[in-house]
């Protein structure tokens, strides 16, 4: 029963390469968010979407592409890969204002 | 801007000990906090919330915070630690609905039997 997924939960791949991470809810939430924590485990916002409507675009890299096909979805593309994207990647959803996690994806960029 | 300060990177406590971890936060307007709980490999849980009201609020697994406004604080508490409890805790201040939540750097828990 679970209640916000994400898929793969690890990804190891190369430099350069270009992968996706996907999330999906089941609460019927509007809003649905990612977060990357870094090494050091400080959460930092990405993206959020409100009924597939991107709201807010932190200061990330244009390599960096959300997508949102229904409310239900929302999906992360890196592309051209680099070390500095080694992370834990976090999808969140939300009604009002609690945000429920996922079990987030560690991305290793070798 | 909004931010968020957990002094303690790293509490050792013994079990059926008492518990505080210390969170302050730096908001303009009201504040939404949140306590979350990340046990190792695993994704985040919400532990509890204030959002107005009773400044004492309990959530799951016997923890408790208490919002003080002039403190700009919103401690985490727990009366009897149990060894199930190492993890690593963040604190959180949201603006609203559908607005972004930021984390402190968290603290970790580390009970010895």
């Known amino acids: 029963d679970t209640a916000v997924s994400q898929t793969p939960k690890y990804l190891v791949t190369q430099m350069g390469n270009d992968k996706s991470i996907k999330c999906e809810q089941n609460?019927?939430?509007?809003?649905m968010y990612w977060y990357k924590q870094d090494s050091k485990k400080f959460l930092k916002i990405m993206f959020s979407?409100?009924?597939?409507?991107?709201?807010i675009n932190e200061t990330v890299p244009n390599r960096f592409s959300p997508k949102s096909p229904d409310k239900a979805h929302l999906n992360l593309h890196i592309n051209s890969l680099e070390l500095g994207d080694s992370a834990v990647y976090f999808c969140?959803?939300?009604?009002?204002?609690?945000?429920?996690f996922g079990p987030g994806t560690r991305l290793t960029v070798t | 801007a909004q931010s968020v300060t957990q002094p303690d990177i790293h509490i050792t406590v013994s079990e059926g000990a008492s518990l505080e971890l210390r969170c302050n936060y730096s908001?303009?307007?009201?504040?939404?906090l949140f306590w979350y709980v990340q046990s190792p490999g695993q994704g985040l849980q919400l532990l509890l919330k204030?959002?107005?009201?009773?400044?004492l609020v309990q959530g799951i697994k016997g923890f408790e915070a208490e919002f003080k406004r002039s403190q700009s604080s919103f401690n985490l508490r727990k009366p009897s630690v149990h060894w199930s409890d190492a993890a690593e805790y963040f604190c959180?201040?949201?603006?609203?609905?559908?607005?972004?939540?930021?984390f402190g750097t968290g603290t970790r828990l580390q009970v010895t039997l």
């Open positions: 979407y409100n009924n597939k409507e991107l709201i």
């Open positions: 204030y959002f107005s009201g009773d400044t």
């Open positions: 959180a201040v949201g603006a609203g609905t559908a607005s972004k939540l930021t």
């Open positions: 609460l019927g939430h509007d809003t």
């Open positions: 908001y303009g307007a009201t504040p939404y």
């Open positions: 969140a959803s939300s009604l009002d204002r609690e945000q429920y």
